[in-house]
């Protein structure tokens, strides 16, 4: 079973109904015991750093998931959620993240052209880092997925499983150990983003 | 790079699918869900649902067959039509709409685009613009293109920017239905005045329609068309293979 974790950020309806379309059996959940009966993990989020992070450590959950994360358990965040796996934020002042992923999380607009419309929306193709990590195993290097952000991973070289041009190297995923982040939204990304997610829902610990 | 996005548009009444010539003389085309399916299966990078339904039941019926078409299609959906409050931002996006379209509604209350941003972001909230020209001047036109509202475009486009509107989906209904082309002059004017994404809609006829606007408009983000794609005259996987082969970047399934 996989625990969507519900902590009152984001429309979880697209990410529920994509794993129902895999067969993968999930629930939303807002409960500790639920995280911790959960085979895996998927850290939502969309909006600001600063107030997601502040909703998920009101909840307390922020304690579970990095507790749940250290013990091994398959860990996939996604968009904001990706974003909070790092040490820290510089979204609207410095924030800090769960820290299980070394890096910072930081504006793209000094670093892409002007001319470049900021957020950056839309489908962009990813470019795979050799080996090619197990969550991309269905998938092949130049296949599009969708963006809607204006922050990025940024310090996480070693970390990085994928990126994103946009004027500039973007990360658009990053994976330690068993905690993977993607930048992009696989529920929304059509066929390729559900194979990234059947590819994360085959994971075993 | 970021792709160019091709998106079929669904208006919807009572159930089904309908798309008029200039707004007028409505046709059925087809039911909502097997037609959302068969564009996501087939490249479409984007669907936009258009309630224009005016009865509280047929708004009933468009939110339950959009809670269908979410269900089962994994691409970004925008929701317009009928939206006045935050309300029915939360009607549709409960049922699974990543972005909502704003047109009448903003206009009534231009007030609606800052709530909206605020509570939802920029990216989800979409101004929708009737445009047709005037005595020489861009004018936005209210309830379907029925209604000339004595608003300029420019400014009324501007302005929703200012308040958050994310994404601007410019329907000139000057070119609407007549086939022969986006209408590159007021498309460029727009794109020229804001800097967030711009939907070019209104106009298309054929594939090279689309590669003339983003040969000519490569500030355009994305294209918008409906009986074209409806009556099978264009295939998405062909006008892709197109405007690939004319350089430009689009995503390719």
């Known amino acids: 079973m996989i625990a969507i974790v519900d902590y009152g950020v984001g429309n979880l309806f697209s990410l529920k109904s994509s794993l129902a379309m895999i067969g993968a059996?999930?629930?939303?959940?807002?409960?500790?015991?639920?995280?911790?009966?959960?085979?895996?993990?998927?850290?939502?989020?969309?909006?600001?750093?600063?107030?997601?992070?502040?909703?998920?450590?009101a909840s307390g959950l922020d304690a579970v998931v990095i507790e749940q994360a250290n013990a091994g358990k398959p860990l996939l965040g996604i968009c904001l959620g990706m974003q909070m796996?790092?040490?820290?934020?510089?979204?609207?002042?410095?924030?800090?993240?769960?820290?299980?992923?070394a890096g910072d999380v930081i504006d793209m607009r000094p670093r892409i052209p002007e001319s470049l419309k900021?957020?950056?929306?839309?489908?962009?193709?990813?470019?795979?880092?050799?080996?090619?990590?197990?969550?991309?195993?269905?998938?092949?290097?130049?296949?599009?997925?969708?963006?809607?952000?204006?922050?990025?991973?940024a310090n996480c070289e070693e970390a990085t499983i994928a990126t994103a041009d946009y004027g500039a190297k973007l990360t658009a995923a990053v994976a330690r150990?068993?905690?993977?982040?993607?930048?992009?939204?696989?529920?929304?990304?059509?066929?390729?983003?559900?194979?990234?997610?059947r590819a994360f829902c085959e994971q075993t610990e | 790079m970021i792709t160019k996005r091709i998106i079929p548009c669904l208006d919807v009444k009572d159930g089904r699918v309908v798309k008029g010539v200039n707004f007028l003389g409505l046709?059925?085309?087809?039911?909502?869900?097997?037609?959302?399916?068969?564009?996501s299966d087939n490249g479409a990078d984007e669907l936009v649902f258009y309630d224009i339904t005016a009865s509280a039941e047929g708004r009933a019926l468009f939110t339950d067959i959009l809670t269908h078409v979410a269900e089962t299609i994994f691409i970004p959906l925008t929701v317009g039509g009928g939206i006045n409050t935050l309300d029915d931002f939360d009607r549709v996006l409960k049922c699974g709409a990543d972005k909502v379209s704003v047109n009448s509604g903003a206009i009534r209350n231009?007030?609606?685009?800052?709530?909206?941003?605020?509570?939802?972001?920029?990216?989800?909230?979409?101004?929708?613009?009737?445009?047709?020209?005037?005595?020489?001047?861009?004018?936005?036109?209210?309830?379907?293109?029925?209604?000339?509202?004595?608003?300029?475009?420019?400014?009324?486009?501007?302005?929703?920017?200012?308040?958050?509107?994310?994404?601007?989906?410019?329907?000139s209904i000057d070119t609407d239905g007549v086939k022969r082309g986006f209408d590159l002059e007021m498309l460029s004017a727009v794109c020229e005045l804001v800097n967030v994404p711009v939907i070019a809609s209104g106009g298309a006829g054929g594939i090279p329609d689309f590669v003339t606007l983003f040969t000519a408009l490569p500030k355009v983000d994305a294209g918008l068309a409906a009986s074209i794609f409806h009556f099978g005259e264009v295939q998405i996987k062909d006008l892709k293979q197109a405007l690939h082969e004319a350089g430009i970047p689009v995503r390719r399934v």
């Open chain 1, 25 to 57: 059996d999930a629930i939303v959940t807002g409960k500790e015991e639920d995280l911790r009966a959960a085979d895996k993990i998927i850290l939502p989020g969309v909006g600001a750093f600063e107030d997601a992070a502040n909703k998920l450590r």
């Open chain 1, 85 to 101: 796996l790092f040490d820290r934020s510089f979204e609207y002042g410095e924030h800090k993240g769960l820290g299980l992923i």
């Open chain 1, 118 to 153: 900021v957020p950056h929306i839309g489908w962009n193709a990813l470019k795979l880092t050799q080996p090619v990590h197990p969550l991309f195993r269905n998938i092949q290097e130049g296949d599009c997925v969708y963006f809607v952000h204006s922050f990025y991973a």
């Open chain 1, 177 to 197: 150990k068993n905690v993977h982040g993607c930048q992009f939204h696989p529920e929304k990304s059509g066929k390729v983003g559900l194979n990234i997610l």
């Open chain 2, 27 to 39: 046709n059925d085309v087809s039911d909502p869900v097997k037609l959302g399916q068969y564009y």
């Open chain 2, 110 to 171: 231009p007030a609606l685009i800052g709530e909206a941003a605020k509570r939802y972001g920029d990216q989800c909230v979409v101004l929708s613009v009737d445009v047709k020209r005037v005595v020489g001047q861009f004018r936005v036109f209210a309830k379907g293109g029925r209604e000339d509202t004595g608003l300029d475009a420019l400014t009324w486009i501007k302005r929703g920017v200012e308040q958050g509107a994310g994404e601007i989906v410019l329907n």
